[in-house]
C-alpha cells in the first residue's frame, strides 16, 4: 500500500518566482549539460527548481539515466516527486553540480545560503569537479551585501561566541534571522541557528 503522499498535492515552491523568463531560459541550458550516467549535484532556490523541472522533462525524453545528490528537503522532494532517482555525498561524488545564488559581485565573490540549505550547498559545490552558479540578472550587484546580509550557520550553543568574533573582525551588525510563519528563530536544514552578517 503506497501513502497519498502530501509532498504531492500541491508546489512545494511557497511564492511567485521572479524575473521566470530569464530564470526558464538558465534552466533549459543547464539541462542541455546533462548526459547518461550523471550524477549531478542539484541545489536549491527558484532557478535550481527550475532546472530540475527541465533535467526531468530531458531525462524522460532522451531515456537518460541520471542520479541526483539533492541539498535541501524540498529538492530531494521534487526529485522524488519527478522520478529522479537521488542519493547522497556519502555514498557518490557529483560528476558536476549547479546552485544558484543570492548575490553575485563583479569579482564574483558569492551570497548563497538564504534558503538554509548552506551546508550542503557548500559541500556539493567543493565535492564536484565543474559547479555551474545560476544567476539571473537581479542578482548582480555592485558590491557584497548590497541586497542582503551574509548567512552563516552556527551551532546553537556557538551563537553568542560567534557573533562576537564576527564583530571583532568589523562586521557592521550579526543579527539571528527571525523565521516567518513561526515563532523564533529560522533553523537550517541540518538544524543550526541562522545569523545574519553586514558588513561595509
Known sequence: ??????????SLWNGD????????KIAKKIAEKVKDGDVIG??????SLLATKVI?????????????IPTSYEIRMLCENLGIPTTSLSTKRPDW????????SPEN??????????????????????????ADSTKMVKNICDKFP????????????????????GAESVNLRLAKGKDGPVVTEERKYYIRCSIS
Open 1 to 10: 500500500m503506497n501513502w497519498n503522499e502530501i509532498t504531492k498535492q500541491k
Open 17 to 24: 518566482i521572479t524575473n521566470l523568463e530569464e530564470k526558464e
Open 42 to 47: 542539484v541545489g536549491s532556490g527558484s532557478t
Open 56 to 68: 526531468a522533462e530531458r531525462m524522460k525524453k532522451k531515456k537518460l539515466n541520471i542520479t541526483a
Open 97 to 104: 553540480s549547479f546552485d544558484g545564488a543570492d548575490e553575485v
Open 109 to 134: 565573490w558569492l551570497i548563497k545560503g538564504r534558503g538554509g540549505a548552506m551546508y550542503k550547498e557548500k559541500l556539493n559545490i567543493a565535492s564536484s569537479p565543474v559547479t555551474y552558479i545560476l
Open 150 to 169: 551574509i548567512p552563516i550557520e552556527v551551532i546553537p550553543d556557538a551563537i553568542n561566541f560567534v557573533r562576537q568574533a564576527l564583530l571583532d573582525m
